[in-house]
């Protein structure tokens, strides 16, 4: 697999200046990341599929960088584990994924 080496590198000075780490743990946690992006999107299709879901799909964070909102009171179509890499250790968090049917724009 051939990875995004300028992502890769954006990335770790990133995490250099927000966790204020040495530059080698930066780079460490960016490669983690790259390398977990393939097997979380692996995860979120599985699980996409186990909830027979065909619409688009994001997280509150993914939607809001999209420029949308949840809307109140929606809950999410499913959810699944996810590796975070940026923190260096490897950890599983559980994300919940909402419809595009869910959103609004916001403004």
Not at 54 to 79: C, M, P, Q, R
Not at 84 to 94: E, F, L, M, Q, R
């Given at each position: 697999?051939?990875?995004?080496?300028?992502?890769?590198?954006?990335?770790?000075?990133?995490?250099?200046?927000?966790?204020?780490?040495?530059?080698?743990?930066?780079l460490?946690?960016?490669?983690?990341?790259a390398?977990?992006?393939?097997?979380?999107?692996?995860?979120?299709?599985?699980?996409?599929e186990?909830?027979?879901?065909?619409?688009?799909?994001?997280?509150?964070?993914?939607?809001?960088k999209?420029?949308?909102?949840?809307?109140?009171?929606?809950?999410?179509?499913?959810?699944?584990?996810?590796?975070?890499?940026?923190?260096?250790?490897?950890?599983s968090?559980?994300?919940?994924?909402?419809?595009?049917?869910?959103?609004?724009?916001?403004?």
């Amino acid at each position: 697999m051939k990875y995004d080496l300028k992502k890769i590198m954006l990335n770790a000075w990133k995490n250099y200046r927000r966790y204020n780490i040495s530059f080698a743990e930066a780079l460490h946690r960016a490669w983690l990341s790259a390398k977990a992006e393939e097997i979380n999107a692996e995860r979120i299709k599985r699980s996409k599929e186990a909830a027979d879901v065909t619409e688009d799909t994001n997280t509150w964070v993914g939607w809001k960088k999209l420029g949308y909102e949840v809307i109140h009171g929606s809950k999410a179509l499913f959810g699944c584990s996810l590796i975070w890499g940026s923190k260096g250790d490897g950890a599983s968090y559980n994300a919940s994924f909402f419809g595009r049917s869910q959103v609004q724009a916001v403004g």
